[in-house]
Nanobody
Framework: QVQVLESGGGSVQAGGSLTLSCAIS????????MGWFRQAPGKEREFVAA????????AYADSVKGRFTISRDSTKITVYLRMNSLKPEDTAVYYC???????????????????WGQGTQVTVSS
């Protein structure tokens, strides 16, 4: 069974940066596409970014495009979400997910059947 574990959340002032990390175990990392989602209080979970199995294709939500970067390191079996120019509206619990099949055209589709982490809190103060 695939286990997903996020880390790296915290509190930062607006304009600051954070890097989230996500590792998986119990599965071959290179066979999974990885994604980041977030859920703010009182709001539905939303897609943030995703990267395919090879690391060659990515997709981003319009709200984070140009500020966030998703990447993966197969040697460390970890996917990262580098978040720059953070805004108070980026405050949320960030979740990492792993799925076997994904392409950028799918964006948020197909992740419900994947494996999810417990989430890590990101708080951006103004």
């Amino acid at each position: 069974q695939v286990q997903v574990l996020e880390s790296g959340g915290g509190s930062v002032q607006a304009g600051g940066s954070l890097t989230l990390s996500c590792a998986i175990s119990g599965a071959t990392f290179s066979t999974y596409a990885m994604g980041w989602f977030r859920q703010a209080p009182g709001k539905e979970r939303e897609f943030v970014a995703a990267i395919d199995r090879s690391g060659g294709k990515t997709a981003y939500a319009d709200s984070v495009k140009g500020r966030f970067t998703i990447s993966r390191d197969s040697t460390k079996i970890t996917v990262y979400l580098r978040m720059n120019s953070l805004k108070p509206e980026d405050t949320a619990v960030y979740y990492c997910a792993a799925v076997k099949s994904w392409s950028p055209a799918l964006r948020a589709v197909g992740w419900d059947s994947g494996s999810w982490g417990q989430g890590t809190q990101v708080t951006v103060s103004s």
